[in-house]
């Protein structure tokens, strides 16, 4: 697909980054090389409050190209809170999500797009994980632990790189720490998902900002945020109702359920 900068992005890619200085060049190079051909893009990094020069290598970034915006916060307030703004921000049809320490490969995201024909949400799964056992076995765990509260089959529920349909935001309210539910999040909303295998690189550049201990404190709490969330949430059936001439319509083969989405 040629690129067309006079009309909308088809896709559009949000990055939170937290001091990455040494990643946002390379991981802009490689998602420009590898999907140009494939989607209208943009790439919106969203600064999660960096201490060193990952600022200044977004604005060199944007100046060399034109598919990049930036949002920049205040101090770091965390992945869900950067997520949330690029969302709001993003100007395409369609939403991808990313790392932004290089460990995703932007060659991905074709074949995920074309897995959203079966779902609105498609959830990257990734092989051969190019992590420290600690960090895999940490990972483990807490996917085992989040599918057995939320009573969800999810297979990695760390991956960052998805891809969604931006209509569906309209149905979806983040709260910190979310990011880490989005698949559970979609199906409260009405919404399926699909899961697609992706590669995994190591990281090469700088280190995780995100350590293991936070991420295991504040998603025992927002594990049982999910769960209350779900119990409250509503589900409903309608079968039958009047259409505006006061005819009887059946719905036997329509479910309208939870904020009125009707599934067929």
Known sequence: MAI??????????????????DNIIPVAQ??????????????????????????DRIEQMQAKNPHIRYLTFRCGVGQTEAFDAGFKAAKGEFIATMDGDGQND????????????????VCGVRRRRRDTLKRRMASKIANTARNWMTREQITDVGCSLRIF?????????????????LPTMFRIAGYGYVEVPVNHRQRLRGETKYGIWDRFKEGVVDLFA????????LNYEIVRRSDEYGLGQNLADH????????QR
């Open 4 to 21: 067309n900068l006079s009309s909308k992005p088809t896709l559009s890619i949000v990055i939170p980054v937290r001091n990455e200085m």
């Open 30 to 55: 490689e998602i420009d090389e590898k999907i140009r051909e494939h989607f209208d893009y943009e790439i919106i990094f969203v600064n999660d409050g960096s201490s060193d020069a990952t600022q």
């Open 106 to 121: 932007p060659a991905d995201l074709p074949k995920m797009f074309q897995a959203l024909s079966n779902a609105e949400l």
């Open 165 to 181: 349909r931006r209509s569906c935001l309209k149905e979806l309210k983040l709260y910190h720490g979310m990011h880490r539910f």
């Open 226 to 233: 999910v769960r209350w969330i779900q119990n409250r949430s």
């Open 255 to 262: 479910r309208i359920s939870g904020p009125g989405h009707v």
